[in-house]
């Protein structure tokens, strides 16, 4: 995709929090009283993860987002830039900031996250320099709440650089933001209400109506649901049999892990695959040691783990493009 002369694989715009964790056994009744037994502060969001995972993967990652010099503020972007991500796109306003979320995650890794926007600004077409867009290979914007990102998308679109949607937001501009992206990823509840249907196989039928190079519907530990231009069949792949400890930031380390493929032109089917893989591996949160963005995956650790899953005659051919990702150069057209 394009040439090696962009600065960035992957620009993020969109929701960035500080996650607040808290480690509970079970999840309680009400009015109870219940021990935590662990707790940490980690970066989150839903763009801002996707973009810390582009980073831990090695992939020249960027983030924009409007942020005053709050404590909030100040945390996520010592954290990302730990992670590898490039923060100097990063607008300054003296009322924004990031989300901040208290998540609850129980013994099964799910979890229940309770978030607090009012800090959230979004950022404007006119935030974002023409030069600044096209120096990325892929931008990657997300939706949640409104206000959305539209305008973004359209001037990105405009730019003529290829973006990648995480949209999950149950809203008309949603479907307007969905239908400006080139690969769309969405949650199973995105889908059916988008189609009003009740298999996401369908769900993702209808989303593809909107030419695009491919339409992926995420359904957690059930895997992913997908189809592409080049082969509109819906076809299903299966998620990594792993033992969840932590599925908190799983999709967007997804998102990030495809997007990181797509530009070092991969197929879709291999970048769902090492995707995949990303996201086994944040579920994994090494055992248990690790806690949000300190779970997320090196791109040695997912080649490590496909090289040990994956079977089948095509395993050492797409263990070998895999291993390009190493060394972009290979991969330049």
Known sequence: MGSMNKQYDVL???????DD??????????????????????????????????????????YTARFSDNDLSKFIGTALKHHGV???????????????????????????????PALYRVVAANDLPDELIQSARLFLLDHLTEPSLVPVAEKVRRLGVPILGDIEGQTQSAMSLAALTDYLIVPKAFALWASNAEDPHDGCAFLARTPRLATVVTDGPHGCIFCTRTN???????????????TNGC??????AFA????????????????????????IAAGGQHRGWDALPTLDEVLQFLQATLDGPE????????????????LAG
């Open 12 to 18: 993020g715009a969109g929701i960035a929090a500080v």
């Open 21 to 62: 964790l808290i480690y509970v056994s079970d999840f309680p009744a009400v009015d109870c009283k219940i021990p935590v037994h662990a707790s940490t502060r980690q970066g989150g969001g839903p763009a801002c993860t996707a973009v810390a995972a582009v980073g831990s993967l090695g992939g020249r990652a960027a």
């Open 86 to 116: 490039d923060t100097s796109p990063i607008q300054y306003d003296p009322a924004g900031g990031p989300y901040h979320s208290i998540i609850v995650v129980d013994g099964a890794g799910h979890r229940n996250v309770f978030y607090d």
């Open 232 to 246: 509109p069949e819906v076809r299903h792949f299966p998620a990594f049999a792993v033992d969840a400890l932590d």
């Open 251 to 256: 999709g967007d380390t997804f998102h990030g």
């Open 260 to 283: 990181l493929a797509i530009v070092r032109s991969l197929e879709v089917e291999e970048a769902i695959t090492f995707a995949s893989a990303a996201a086994a591996l944040k579920a």
């Open 315 to 330: 395993r050492s051919a797409l263990l070998a493009k895999l291993a390009t990702l190493r060394n972009p150069a290979e």
